[in-house]
């Protein structure tokens, strides 16, 4: 079975890592994870780069050739190379030893240099090489160059507008598929929808505000995207629930944007609601839920600020 390397930023490493395994798993739910540090480490008929295109936290990702205990490379190893006009080697010391980096990955490409007709070219290779070291065992892999994703528009900023990053995150915890449909309540300006439909995920937002809705449209149209926007109160959903496979929505905060009562009481309201049988993730001001009784699958806690701490619930 084909594996593939990961290597996670390490900002919100917990949830990074929990993101890779679940888009793995979306794909071939016989997909299997090993985890060194940022390290992820997938076995999965999926290739690398269907799992690269979802992820959000993933710094570099190829595909694992051959495990190694030294650095020594034969012809067979550099097969990769065959069709590629140019290659640069990359080394990735996650182990507690210390390596003359630079040096390393010098002689690394002058001993490929020998097998292969590839030159190097350290800004834009064909092909990346990749040596990973960790404690245990040390991988040889390697990337090919790919286009980089178009990211959806917004013409505006506000405030209290979501990070495309944390919703991305949050879509792909929950593993919603290409051609499923997700639900967001309180859409505000759309950024769940905007990151749904730039993955092929339909999506039906919800929001009691007609001027969120209709800046959650103008973002829409502005990508040619086709997601629908009800001005309505979230309760709304429980009545479209079958329209719709999973819920990603960021509650009132009760500061920057308007909220129809307390957002305790909201969130409260909102997780007794919940249809059975939905993936949901959610985020709220961990301050709000006060007895700790919003309970799911998993909570991840953001801190921002010391009168903001995030938390995401998977459900
Ligand atoms: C934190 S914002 C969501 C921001 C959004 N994720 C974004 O990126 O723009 C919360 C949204 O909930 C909406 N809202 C507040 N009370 C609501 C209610 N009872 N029903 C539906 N939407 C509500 C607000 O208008 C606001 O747009």
């Known amino acids: 079975m084909p594996e593939s390397f990961f290597i996670l930023s390490k900002d919100y490493l917990e949830l990074a890592t929990d993101e ?6 979306m794909y071939d739910r016989f997909a299997k994870a090993k985890v060194i540090s940022n390290l992820v480490i997938i076995q999965s008929k999926t290739n690398w780069k269907e799992i690269a295109k979802r992820a959000t936290f993933v710094k570099i990702s190829g595909q694992i050739l051959r ?29 507690s030893n210390q390596f003359n980096v630079p040096e390393l990955e010098s002689s690394m490409g002058d001993m490929i240099s020998k097998f292969s007709h590839a030159k190097v070219n350290l800004e834009n290779p064909d092909v990346t090489v ?3 070291f960790t404690n245990n065992e040390n991988f040889f892999g390697f990337s090919k160059r790919d286009k980089v994703a178009i990211r959806p528009k917004k013409s505006k900023k506000y ?16 593993g919603l598929k290409k051609g499923e449909t997700v639900c967001d309540p309180f859409c505000g300006t759309g950024t769940t929808l905007l990151e749904a439909e ?3 995920i339909h999506a039906i937002g919800l929001d009691f505000d007609e001027k969120m809705c209709e800046i959650a449209k103008a973002n829409l ?15 709304e959903l429980t009545k479209i629930s079958e329209k719709f496979d999973g819920i990603v929505t960021d509650l009132p905060y009760g ?7 307390k957002p305790q009481e909201i969130l409260k309201k909102f997780f007794s609601i919940l249809p059975k049988r939905k993936r949901v993730a959610i985020m709220y001001k961990k301050e709000l839920d006060v007895n700790s009784k919003i309970n799911g699958l998993k909570k991840y806690h953001i801190y921002r600020h010391k009168s903001l701490t995030r938390t995401i619930l998977i459900k």
């Open 255 to 261: 500061t920057s944007s308007k909220a129809s009562e």
């Open 198 to 200: 730039s993955m092929g």
């Open 130 to 132: 990749y040596l990973i």
């Open 20 to 25: 890779i395994i679940a888009i793995a798993k």
């Open 67 to 95: 495990k190694m205990s030294g650095l020594f490379l034969d012809e067979g190893n550099i097969g990769v190379l065959k069709n590629a006009k140019t290659f640069v080697c990359r080394i990735v010391n996650l182990s």
């Open 159 to 174: 405030p209290h507008e979501l990070d495309w990053k944390l919703t991305r995150l949050m879509i792909n915890l929950i």
């Open 221 to 235: 149209k502005e990508n040619g995207y086709h997601s629908e926007v009800l001005k309505s109160e979230f309760q």
